[in-house]
């Protein structure tokens, strides 16, 4: 997190074309060109670790996990965290969906704002499928 | 039809009974054209029917005549079985079992749904899918997702045992079908992407209670391996086989699960399988030859001792499970030598391999995709892959490109078909390749233990995704190739009517030609098959069975087009959404020709 607004310090301070603005300091991610800060990177790549097995490949969804891109559109970060967190079930006649609690893993609870960074940036179109490429530092 | 029905008479009198009579009755049953009493239609896995009411000629004139919904809506893997005049059906989660009366199409004489706990929903890495219930002596079993196996009275479904197999808690759980041999059902074990330690067991038809089991990975007496008679490329494995092979106590941690396909021949008295993936994807966490993942398993049916082994992929850099079907074929003819017993195993890692069933000597392993990259070439001499250093992921944080096959495989477990009267095999693939970027993780229980992520896409200049073909397995050549626009996840039926019949991840059951697989009859199903195809005759009439239900792996990317950094490449056919062709839900259809 400290890394993240070090980043955007220095992003300010070299006054780069694309500074943002008093609107987009409050988007979780950075993304200029295609490429991603570190976090949001980071975020990627956990995502495909614990999350791309049933949300599938760039958060778009599989035949029995919803389309994080579009969820994302919907929810707020706290609702965001606590699903993620806490988990949710919803078994029914029509349904047989059950997102497990991630609290204590890991690799996923220590990097929470990364993911969500990740995902925000994909649910607001800023970032396309794929591997995105880094920024410098 | 009168040997049917005899045999039925005989079932209905053993009912109960148990013991070494089930394997003579089974024995008897898998030989009947008839009926389709195992998933992969016999002992020997050859998905073949002496059948041939439907052939070449009048295919074109198969129409659907009956049809059921399971009512549930993932993946739905497997197929149907028949005995006697029932037709038994599976879904996945909730695992609801159908016995349905083929004397009145469709009418349900009972089904059976058991109570389990949704979390392990949770922990099913690739869909909730089940890979189908295996019969024998007027029972049925089921190895449900929570690792339950049952079996119930095949005549009203009522539970006679139940018996806990593993623990979902820790990411164990079950999709594949059980199989059932002499007086013992065996079962494995999923939960490759979990850091589960696979193992296959045994349990007594009787009562439920264990004969025997058997670890992939672990100790020599875990493994049930004998080091001085289980052999390796015809040499003893020697002590600690497995354990030498890792470092540290990385083993308990090993994966190797067993999730794909039993086969059984009944004269050498031993069962065949494969194991998956060895703990997390990323290969520099866990170094060494992480035996014995990814390996072709005999073992013997009554102690479950290994005979042999033979690991196709040391230590495993691109998650190409070993799992896949094992065909076992007589009196093959290879490379110009005759060989009694052979095994023929269509690997993910896009390796056809045969061996000599009996003494696990290698004899042919070659591409049956010529994207097929990660490798040269097998080594025949150590068995070994020589693996191409530019595809190599044993770089952590590092992006590695174009890598072929994909995770996915050049095909997974959805079963080939051989045909006796052709010689050849008729397969179901893939054709994809990947990025794979590996990174380092930590193992929390019953989480997913994967580390590495990664991008699908068709290989460079291809706008297909599948192929179904046809493979000569005693040359190790390619007869024909038909391409497909999405992966063919379904497994394959070979006909004595010179047809081979699939499903596509569109919903299409199609008819090919054997000769040069020249498509004779397509139609839409409600839904993208995953499901495998039988047939059978009921009232001296032959049919064709398949489940559709789009899922599973195929399920994953596919719902929503694959993507990669070869999006650019203007494959727009290729990466069109699999949504825009279909739908979720669990349906069966069953074809005929027109009286």
Same mark, same amino acid.
């Given at each position: 997190?400290?890394l993240?607004i070090a980043a955007?310090?220095?992003?300010?301070?070299l006054?780069?074309?694309?500074?943002?603005?008093a609107?987009?300091e409050?988007k979780?991610?950075?993304v200029?060109?295609?490429?991603?800060d570190?976090?949001?990177?980071?975020?990627?790549?956990r995502y495909?670790?614990?999350c791309?097995?049933?949300?599938g490949?760039?958060?778009?969804?599989?035949?029995?996990a919803?389309?994080?891109?579009e969820s994302?559109?919907?929810?707020?970060?706290e609702?965001?965290?606590d699903?993620v967190?806490?988990?949710r079930?919803n078994?029914?006649a029509q349904?047989?969906?059950v997102?497990?609690?991630?609290?204590?893993?890991?690799?996923?609870?220590?990097?929470?704002?990364d993911?969500?960074?990740?995902?925000?940036?994909r649910s607001d179109?800023?970032?396309?499928?794929?591997?995105p490429?880094r920024l410098e530092? | 039809?009168?040997?049917?029905?005899?045999?039925a008479?005989?079932? +209905? !009198?053993? %009912?109960g009974a148990? #013991?070494a009579?089930?394997?003579?009755q089974?024995? $008897?049953l898998?030989?009947?054209?008839?009926?389709?009493?195992m998933?992969n239609g016999?002992?020997s896995s050859?998905?073949y029917?002496?059948?041939?009411q439907i052939n070449?000629d009048?295919?074109?004139?198969?129409?659907?005549?009956w049809?059921?919904?399971t009512?549930?809506?993932?993946g739905h893997?497997?197929?149907?079985l028949?005995v006697?005049?029932v037709?038994y059906?599976h879904?996945?989660f909730p695992?609801r079992?159908? +016995? !349905?009366d %083929?004397?009145?199409? #469709?009418?349900?004489?009972?089904?059976?749904?058991? $109570?389990?706990d949704?979390?392990?929903i949770?922990?099913?890495?690739?869909?909730?899918v089940?890979r189908?219930?295996?019969?024998?002596d007027?029972?049925?079993?089921l190895?449900q997702?929570?690792t339950t196996l049952?079996?119930?009275?095949?005549?009203?479904?009522?539970e006679?045992?139940k018996v806990?197999?593993?623990?979902?808690?820790?990411?164990?759980t079950?999709t594949?079908?059980?199989?059932v041999?002499?007086?013992k059902?065996?079962v494995?074990?999923?939960g490759g992407e979990y850091g589960v330690?696979?193992?296959?067991?045994?349990?007594?038809?009787?009562d439920?209670?264990m004969?025997?089991?058997?670890y992939s990975?672990g100790?020599d007496?875990e493994i049930?391996?004998n080091?001085?008679?289980?052999?390796h490329m015809?040499?003893?494995?020697g002590?600690n086989s497995?354990?030498r092979?890792w470092?540290g106590d990385q083993?308990?941690?090993?994966?190797?699960t067993?999730?794909g396909?039993?086969s059984?021949?009944?004269q050498?008295?031993l069962?065949?399988?494969?194991?998956?993936?060895p703990?997390?994807?990323?290969p520099s966490?866990?170094?060494g030859d992480?035996?014995?993942?990814?390996?072709?398993?005999?073992?013997?049916?009554n102690?479950?001792?290994?005979?042999?082994v033979?690991?196709?992929t040391?230590h495993?850099e691109?998650?190409?499970d070993?799992?896949?079907?094992?065909i076992?074929?007589?009196?093959m003819n290879?490379?110009?030598?005759q060989v009694?017993?052979?095994?023929?195993?269509f690997?993910?890692?896009g390796?056809?391999?045969t061996l000599n069933?009996e003494t696990g000597e290698l004899l042919?392993?070659e591409k049956?995709?010529?994207?097929?990259?990660?490798?040269?070439?097998?080594d025949?001499?150590t068995g070994r892959p020589q693996v191409?250093p530019?595809?190599s992921?044993?770089?952590?944080?590092?992006?590695v490109?174009?890598?072929?096959?994909a995770?996915?495989?050049?095909?997974?477990?959805q079963p080939?078909a051989?045909?006796p009267?052709?010689?050849?095999?008729?397969?179901p693939?893939n054709?994809?390749c990947?990025?794979y970027?590996?990174f380092?993780?930590?193992y929390?229980?019953?989480?997913?233990?994967i580390?590495?992520?990664?991008?699908?896409?068709?290989?460079?200049?291809?706008?297909?995704?599948?192929?179904?073909?046809?493979?000569?397995?005693g040359?190790?050549?390619i007869?024909?190739s038909?391409?497909e626009?999405?992966?063919?996840?379904?497994?394959?039926?070979?006909?004595?009517?010179d047809?081979?019949?699939y499903?596509?991840?569109?919903?299409?059951l199609?008819?090919v030609?054997?000769?040069?697989?020249?498509?004779l009859y397509s139609?839409?199903?409600?839904?993208g098959?995953?499901?495998?195809?039988?047939?059978?005759t009921?009232r001296?009439k032959?049919?064709?069975?398949v489940l559709s239900g789009?899922?599973?792996?195929?399920g994953?990317?596919?719902?929503?087009?694959?993507?990669g950094d070869?999006?650019?490449l203007?494959a727009?056919?290729?990466y069109?959404s699999?949504a825009?062709?279909?739908?979720?839900?669990?349906?069966?259809?069953?074809?005929a020709?027109?009286?």
């Amino acid at each position: 997190m400290k890394l993240r607004i070090a980043a955007a310090l220095l992003a300010l301070a070299l006054c780069y074309p694309a500074a943002p603005t008093a609107a987009s300091e409050e988007k979780p991610y950075r993304v200029e060109n295609g490429r991603v800060d570190r976090a949001t990177f980071n975020g990627y790549r956990r995502y495909g670790n614990s999350c791309m097995q049933c949300h599938g490949p760039d958060g778009s969804g599989s035949s029995y996990a919803p389309n994080l891109t579009e969820s994302l559109k919907r929810m707020s970060q706290e609702q965001f965290n606590d699903v993620v967190i806490n988990g949710r079930q919803n078994v029914n006649a029509q349904a047989q969906n059950v997102m497990p609690s991630f609290g204590y893993v890991e690799d996923v609870a220590l990097y929470l704002n990364d993911i969500y960074a990740y995902l925000k940036a994909r649910s607001d179109g800023a970032l396309g499928r794929g591997r995105p490429q880094r920024l410098e530092n | 039809m009168k040997l049917r029905l005899a045999v039925a008479t005989a079932a +209905a !009198l053993l %009912l109960g009974a148990g #013991g070494a009579l089930a394997n003579e009755q089974l024995l $008897q049953l898998q030989r009947d054209a008839n009926q389709w009493v195992m998933p992969n239609g016999n002992y020997s896995s050859h998905r073949y029917s002496e059948l041939n009411q439907i052939n070449r000629d009048n295919v074109r004139n198969l129409r659907p005549v009956w049809s059921f919904s399971t009512g549930v809506l993932r993946g739905h893997e497997g197929g149907p079985l028949v005995v006697g005049d029932v037709m038994y059906i599976h879904t996945p989660f909730p695992n609801r079992v159908f +016995a !349905l009366d %083929l004397n009145n199409p #469709g009418r349900v004489r009972w089904r059976y749904e058991p $109570q389990q706990d949704p979390s392990v929903i949770g922990v099913m890495c690739c869909d909730t899918v089940n890979r189908g219930v295996a019969y024998a002596d007027g029972r049925i079993y089921l190895s449900q997702a929570d690792t339950t196996l049952v079996a119930l009275d095949a005549e009203n479904g009522r539970e006679i045992w139940k018996v806990k197999n593993g623990d979902a808690s820790k990411g164990e759980t079950a999709t594949m079908a059980p199989m059932v041999f002499g007086d013992k059902v065996l079962v494995g074990i999923s939960g490759g992407e979990y850091g589960v330690r696979g193992h296959v067991t045994a349990y007594n038809l009787r009562d439920g209670s264990m004969a025997w089991r058997a670890y992939s990975v672990g100790t020599d007496e875990e493994i049930k391996f004998n080091p001085q008679r289980t052999t390796h490329m015809g040499q003893p494995v020697g002590e600690n086989s497995s354990l030498r092979s890792w470092e540290g106590d990385q083993w308990r941690l090993g994966g190797g699960t067993t999730w794909g396909w039993f086969s059984y021949d009944p004269q050498l008295n031993l069962i065949y399988y494969g194991s998956g993936n060895p703990g997390t994807w990323n290969p520099s966490q866990r170094p060494g030859d992480n035996k014995w993942s990814m390996t072709i398993f005999a073992r013997d049916a009554n102690t479950g001792e290994a005979r042999w082994v033979y690991q196709m992929t040391p230590h495993d850099e691109w998650d190409y499970d070993g799992v896949n079907e094992m065909i076992l074929v007589d009196n093959m003819n290879v490379r110009g030598r005759q060989v009694p017993r052979a095994l023929v195993h269509f690997d993910r890692n896009g390796f056809a391999y045969t061996l000599n069933r009996e003494t696990g000597e290698l004899l042919v392993a070659e591409k049956y995709d010529p994207a097929v990259n990660w490798a040269t070439h097998v080594d025949m001499q150590t068995g070994r892959p020589q693996v191409d250093p530019r595809f190599s992921t044993r770089r952590e944080d590092e992006n590695v490109t174009n890598i072929c096959p994909a995770a996915l495989g050049t095909k997974d477990q959805q079963p080939a078909a051989f045909s006796p009267r052709t010689g050849l095999f008729y397969v179901p693939t893939n054709h994809v390749c990947m990025d794979y970027e590996p990174f380092r993780v930590s193992y929390t229980a019953g989480q997913p233990f994967i580390g590495a992520t990664l991008s699908m896409y068709p290989p460079q200049g291809s706008q297909h995704m599948g192929n179904f073909i046809a493979f000569d397995a005693g040359e190790g050549k390619i007869v024909w190739s038909r391409p497909e626009r999405f992966s063919v996840w379904s497994g394959a039926l070979a006909t004595a009517g010179d047809i081979a019949f699939y499903g596509t991840l569109e919903g299409h059951l199609k008819a090919v030609d054997m000769r040069d697989g020249r498509e004779l009859y397509s139609f839409r199903t409600p839904s993208g098959i995953i499901g495998n195809v039988n047939t059978f005759t009921h009232r001296g009439k032959q049919y064709i069975a398949v489940l559709s239900g789009v899922g599973g792996w195929a399920g994953i990317g596919m719902a929503a087009g694959l993507s990669g950094d070869n999006e650019g490449l203007g494959a727009v056919g290729a990466y069109r959404s699999l949504a825009d062709y279909t739908q979720l839900g669990g349906v069966l259809t069953v074809f005929a020709l027109p009286d």
